[in-house]
């Protein structure tokens, strides 16, 4: 037990240093950026404790406890991953919203209200980055990194284009399926949306200046 309270004591230190990296060298492919050796040094610490515990033991910990308190130190910690500077979040927003078409207005505004423009963000239902993408959306737009801003913010940007055109334009229904996800947005009618969702719509509308009626 000491050896595993050491182990995320290791990564709680790892994940502080990373998030205190500047935005910058979070898009810099070439020198290894801090949340990429965050990255490594969480496989790192998992593959020591797979070693110490055996294949049976570990999987059963990394269901349970060990996982979890990886996520409760990851998603506490993002409060230390300080938001993009503004040159370079409008740089990444204006290419993202000119390659998709998408009003540009529009994707900084979802990014404000899912990440703070913070690009180490993650959510306690597992969404991660400055668009907060969740892992099937992360597969589907061929994502390596959700921690890198660059392919977020595309991501993030090819997602609502494509919401864009499934719900005919419809910005309420956009915003709730990227919110909620198209599933249960296909199901529902608007008056059913979840509490968080349908206050979700209200306050990008409002940061948009679009009348909510």
Known sequence: MRSINLTLAFIAAATLCAHRASPQNLA????VSAVELQRR???????????????????AYMGTTFYGNVRTLSYQA????????????????AGAARKQEIDPELLR???HHESAFRPCAVSSKGA????????????????TNPFDPVQSVNAGAALLRSLLE?????????????????????????????SETKNYIA???????????
Request: glycine share 8%; net charge negative; aromatic share 8%.
């Open 28 to 31: 810099n492919s070439k020198p």
């Open 41 to 59: 040094s969480l496989f790192q610490q998992r593959a020591s404790l797979k070693r110490q515990m055996g294949e049976t033991s570990f999987t």
């Open 78 to 93: 993002q409060f230390l991953c300080p938001a993009l500077e503004t040159d370079f979040r409008d740089t990444l927003i």
């Open 109 to 111: 505004a979802v990014m």
């Open 128 to 143: 991660l980055g400055l668009m907060q993408l969740m892992p099937s959306t992360l597969a589907q737009y061929h994502v």
């Open 166 to 194: 499934k719900y005919g334009g419809d910005l309420k229904l956009t915003l709730a399926a990227y919110n909620a996800g198209s599933g249960r947005v296909d199901v529902s009618d608007r008056d059913n949306f979840p």
């Open 203 to 213: 306050g990008i509308l409002s940061e948009l200046g679009v009348n909510p009626d």
